[in-house]
């Protein structure tokens, strides 16, 4: 079956403008990860949700940063007014639930550039 | 807070010698452990657990609470394996929605 997909793949954009990052899960998975990995860096979580629902947003870096999940299903990660330490690859990732032992499933991840 | 270590961001071994790649956590209760493996122009996937207590590939990683450590190793390298990996680390069964804490990755080059 398909696996979890993300568009854009590559999204360059400038500063100050806003940009809607979006996810598709594995179909049945209910929970569902967002992670930032800026250049030669690991990855740093950003927000989990399960269902619909987001338990976990800690690691959101501003109020800039949002994101919603609708139906069990996609998610959209939003950044308003982005700034240059935005630039990264925000990768999602869906498991079958948020058991700890669970594997995470990744997508390609969004390319994001702020000029 | 949790927080996961590799020491080495490029390791450079040539076919059919054994490889380790290091992997030191902290924190404070019992943490389940993963090496996660990205190949090139591929999305990152997962290699092993150690729940799972199993060898992928020929790579094996032992937990080892007492030194904080879940070292990936393999006796002998292909060209294959030759990749960025990332060890990661999640809080454990004493809680649930467990986010990934991610190592800064180690890339191994097996040369011919």
Not at chain 1, 65 to 86: K, N, P
Not at chain 2, 14 to 32: D, I, Q
Request: charged share 20%.
């Amino acid at each position: 079956g398909a696996g979890v997909s993300q568009s854009p793949s590559n999204k360059v954009t400038e500063k100050g403008k806003d940009v809607e990052l979006r996810c598709d899960p594995i179909s049945g998975h209910t929970a569902l990860y967002w992670y930032r990995q800026r250049l030669g860096q690991g990855l740093e979580f950003l927000i989990y949700f399960q269902g619909n629902s987001a338990p976990d947003k800690s690691g959101l870096p501003s109020d800039r940063f949002s994101a919603e999940r609708t139906g069990e299903s996609v998610s959209t990660l939003t950044i308003q007014r982005t700034q240059q330490e935005d630039s990264a690859v925000y990768l999602c990732a869906s498991s079958p639930s948020g058991a700890s032992y669970n594997e995470q499933f990744f997508g390609p991840g969004t390319r994001l550039t702020v000029l | 807070a949790q927080r996961v270590t590799q020491p080495e961001k490029l390791l450079s071994v040539f076919k059919g010698a054994p490889v380790e790649l290091k992997c030191n956590y902290s924190y404070s209760g019992s943490p389940e452990l993963f090496w996660y493996v990205q190949y090139s122009r591929q999305r990152l996937q997962l290699l092993l657990r150690h729940i799972s207590r199993e060898s992928i590939k020929g790579f094996t990683a032992d937990l080892n609470k007492g030194e904080t450590s879940f070292h990936l190793k393999k006796p002998f390298a292909q060209e294959e394996d030759s990749a960025m990996y990332y060890c990661a680390l999640s809080k454990g069964r004493e809680t649930s929605g467990s986010r990934l804490t991610f190592g800064e990755g180690t890339q191994l080059t097996v040369n011919p």
